[in-house]
């Protein structure tokens, strides 16, 4: 049973920062493809971004495009999510998920594997 371990989330005031990490447990994650999604309370479960492993490739949503930053790093077996200029409406638990394949996924449903979630707060 592969596992995703997420941290990083936390409070901070609106246009600061903020970094998420995900790690999986399976070391072979080259053929999947990583997902971040956020929920915030009373609403559905949102796509933010995804990652490619084999490759780096990216896909952001519009709402994050140009603020939020989505990468991994092999060495350390481990996605990342960089927030900047983060806004109110930003803030929700954040979930790290992957499934294998090589496209962008962006319905929830499509993934096999999803992290305990991380709760991200943007202050005004």
């Known amino acids: 049973q592969v596992q995703l371990v997420e941290s990083g989330g936390g409070l901070v005031q609106a246009g600061g920062s903020l970094r998420l990490s995900c790690a999986p447990s399976?070391?072979?994650?080259?053929?999947?493809?990583m997902g971040w999604f956020r929920q915030g309370a009373g609403k559905e479960r949102d796509y933010v971004a995804s990652?490619?492993?084999?490759?780096?490739?990216?896909h952001y949503a519009d709402s994050v495009k140009g603020r939020f930053t989505v990468s991994r790093d092999n060495a350390k077996n481990t996605v990342y999510l960089q927030m900047n200029m983060l806004k109110p409406e930003d803030t929700a638990v954040y979930y790290c998920?992957?499934?294998?394949?090589?496209?962008?996924?962006?319905?929830?449903?499509?993934?096999?594997?999803w992290g305990q979630g991380t709760q991200v707060t943007v202050s005004s």
């Open positions: 399976d070391r072979t994650f080259s053929a999947y493809v």
């Open positions: 998920a992957a499934r294998r394949g090589s496209g962008w996924y962006l319905n929830a449903d499509a993934y096999d594997y």
């Open positions: 990652i490619i492993w084999n490759g780096g490739s990216t």
